[in-house]
Antibody, heavy 121, light 109 residues
Framework: QVQLVQSGAEVKKPGASVKVSCKAS????????ITWVRQAPGQGLEWVGW????????NFALEFQDRITMTTDTSTSTAFLELRSLKSDDTAVYYC??????????????WGQGTLVTVSS | EIVLTQSPGTLSLSPGERATLSCRAS???????LAWYQHKPGQAPRLLVY???TRATGIPDRFSGSGSGTDFTLTIGRLEPEDFAVYYC??????????FGQGTKLDIK
């Protein structure tokens, strides 16, 4: 069965960087893309960005453009989200999710368990 | 950027009742790219409906989606205790961001 297992919780100081991993299993990794979504405390879901696991190209929400990197390691079926210059507003649970359909325009059918990133001095 | 506005913010109903949740887009969108998710505290979100009206695998038929243009609806035919959660619509077509609505909290009356 499809599984996405994310790395553990992180505590970072403002201005630091964090890298969250998402290891996929149960399917061919490069056949379905990965999206990252976050939820700040008490807030709703926020789309962060998307990466093609086949081509490696990506799209991000504008607010993250200068400080985000999404990558994949196809040899280990793992996707990574790196966020730099962290602010307290980045405190959130970060989810990775797999596309239901092939291609960029797809709903999200399978989700990781979430990784809590806390940014605090 | 297209904005999705969900209403009501909170819906208080009893098990067995029917729930109607609304998602309105700031401009006309293709129903091909409209999805609904259920989210419970401490869990990952769960895809319920995509293409506005197609139920995802394993989703009970009491969940149904409809709509077109700017107005979309998720209906839960007869509420079960496990249905009380937060529900989000999402637009996943065209240019990013693939926006979520702000959510509707369905709680027990």
């Amino acid at each position: 069965q499809v599984q996405l297992v994310q790395s553990g919780a992180e505590v970072k100081k403002p201005g630091a960087s964090v890298k969250v991993s998402c290891k996929a299993s149960g399917y061919i990794f490069t056949s379905y893309d990965i999206t990252w979504v976050r939820q700040a405390p008490g807030q709703g879901l926020e789309w962060v960005g998307w990466i093609s696991t086949y081509k490696g190209n990506s799209n991000f929400a504008l607010e993250f453009q200068d400080r985000i990197t999404m990558t994949t390691d196809t040899s280990t079926s793992t996707a990574f989200l790196e966020l730099r210059s962290l602010k307290s507003d980045d405190t959130a649970v970060y989810y990775c999710a797999r596309s239901l359909l092939r291609g960029e325009l797809s709903p999200l059918s399978d989700w990781g368990q979430g990784t809590l990133v806390t940014v605090s001095s | 950027e297209i904005v999705l506005t969900q209403s009501p913010g909170t819906l208080s109903l009893s098990p067995g009742e029917r729930a109607t949740l609304s998602c309105r887009a700031s401009q006309s969108v293709s129903s091909t790219y409209l999805a609904w998710y259920q989210h419970k505290p401490g869990q990952a979100p769960r895809l319920l409906v995509y293409r506005a009206s197609t139920r995802a695998t394993g989703i009970p038929d009491r969940f149904s989606g409809s709509g077109s243009g700017t107005d979309f609806t998720l209906t839960i035919g007869r509420l079960e205790p496990e249905d009380f959660a937060v529900y989000y619509c999402q637009l996943y077509g065209s240019s990013p961001p693939h926006t979520f609505g702000q959510g509707t909290k369905l709680d027990i009356k």
